[in-house]
T-cell receptor
Framework: SQQGEEDPQALSIQEGENATMNCSYK?????LQWYRQNSGRGLVHLIL?????REKHSGRLRVTLDTSKKSSSLLITASRAADTASYFC??????????FGQGTELSVKP | DTAVSQTPKYLVTQMGNDKSIKCEQN?????MYWYKQDSKKFLKIMFS???????INETVPNRFSPKSPDKAHLNLHINSLELGDSAVYFC????????????FGSGTRLTVV
């Protein structure tokens, strides 16, 4: 069964606004990763948070992890038109599989 | 100097044909993967190799066979192609089976007609 589920499936915001995407997973994980995919391209790794971490920052990205709720969120601050892409969470299970969610399509309008 | 390169980028073929997709990484990673992305963008792991050894073999038809001649290469051969095989196939690599982030190739869009 699918490990990660994301919410919302689509998000449309104006440039300068913040974008928040949520992810839930089902089993114990070693880490949780977020990826970006631009249309017609491969996935690009954005940030990884380990199961013993609660929050991590990288530039305009902030990721939180709540292992008790089996959920994570990705916040993109001060969004730009170039942030328009699909964003995927991926949970790395204890067994070594990296299972992806269905993704959130983010549209940032100039 | 592409980190993970896949060839071909596009592949259009008729049902029943056999085709291969090649993948090479120059990052020195020890683990390589094949993922399938369907039309709804859902990514599903197919196979994973660690130092040429198969470690993940998901429930995929026997028509799909991965081959890893060395730890820098992981090819995917598909026999008797079916319409349902149409998808984008991504190769990826990582250190230590996912303890670190994956690096993905740009994908191969397979269309079976």
């Amino acid at each position: 069964s699918q490990q990660g589920e994301e919410d919302p499936q689509a998000l449309s915001i104006q440039e300068g606004e913040n974008a928040t995407m949520n992810c839930s997973y089902k089993t114990s994980i070693n880490n949780l990763q977020w990826y970006r995919q631009n249309s017609g391209r491969g996935l690009v790794h954005l940030i990884l948070i380990r199961s013993n971490e609660r929050e991590k920052h990288s530039g305009r990205l902030r990721v939180t992890l709540d292992t008790s709720k089996k959920s994570s969120s990705l916040l993109i601050t001060a969004s730009r038109a170039a942030d328009t892409a699909s964003y995927f969470c991926a949970a790395r299970s204890q067994g070594g599989k990296l299972i992806f969610g269905q993704g959130t399509e983010l549209s940032v309008k100039p | 100097d592409t980190a993970v390169s896949q060839t071909p980028k596009y592949l259009v073929t008729q049902m029943g044909n056999d085709k291969s997709i090649k993948c090479e990484q120059n990052l020195g990673h020890d683990t390589m993967y094949w993922y399938k992305q369907d039309s709804k963008k859902f990514l599903k792991i197919m196979f994973s190799y660690n130092n040429k050894e198969l470690i993940i073999n998901e429930t995929v038809p026997n028509r799909f066979s991965p081959k890893s001649p060395d730890k820098a290469h992981l090819n995917l051969h598909i026999n008797s192609l079916e319409l349902g095989d149409s998808a984008v196939y991504f190769c990826a690599s990582s250190l230590e089976q996912g303890y670190y982030g994956y690096t993905f190739g740009s994908g191969t869009r397979l269309t079976v007609v």
